[in-house]
Nanobody, 115 residues
Framework: QVQLVESGGGLVQAGGSLRLSCEVS????????IGWYRQIPGRSRELVAR???????IYVDDARGRFALFKDDTKNSVDLQMDNLRPEDQGVYLC?????????WGRGTQVTVST
């Protein structure tokens, strides 16, 4: 069974950076299918970064230019580098398949951005 473990969150001042890591265990077809989601209280879970079918990274509008995806095949992980963080980026970040057929969710990692 696939297991997803997120890490790297924390408290950062606005304008700061964090690098989140998603470690994948179990059998998946490709790390390209793993994206990063954001859960903000009172809002639906949102896919903020993913790899397109052509292999290009795609980001939601408010993350473009500030977030970047990195794959590490040796560690079987997908990292999300987040720069110039804003208070509205605050939330729980989770990784999962970029598909309606999801793997079991991990616990996520909390990102808190102070002003």
């Amino acid at each position: 069974q696939v297991q997803l473990v997120e890490s790297g969150g924390g408290l950062v001042q606005a304008g700061g950076s964090l690098r989140l890591s998603c470690e994948v265990s179990g059998s998946i077809s490709s790390l390209d299918e793993i994206g990063w989601y954001r859960q903000i209280p009172g809002r639906s879970r949102e896919l903020v970064a993913r790899i397109s079918i052509l292999g290009d990274p795609i980001y939601v509008d408010d993350a473009r230019g500030r977030f970047a995806l990195f794959k590490d095949d040796t560690k079987n992980s997908v990292d999300l580098q987040m720069d110039n963080l804003r208070p509205e980026d605050q939330g729980v970040y989770l990784c999962n398949r970029n598909s309606c057929r999801l793997y079991p969710w991990g616990r996520g990692t909390q990102v808190t951005v102070s002003t």
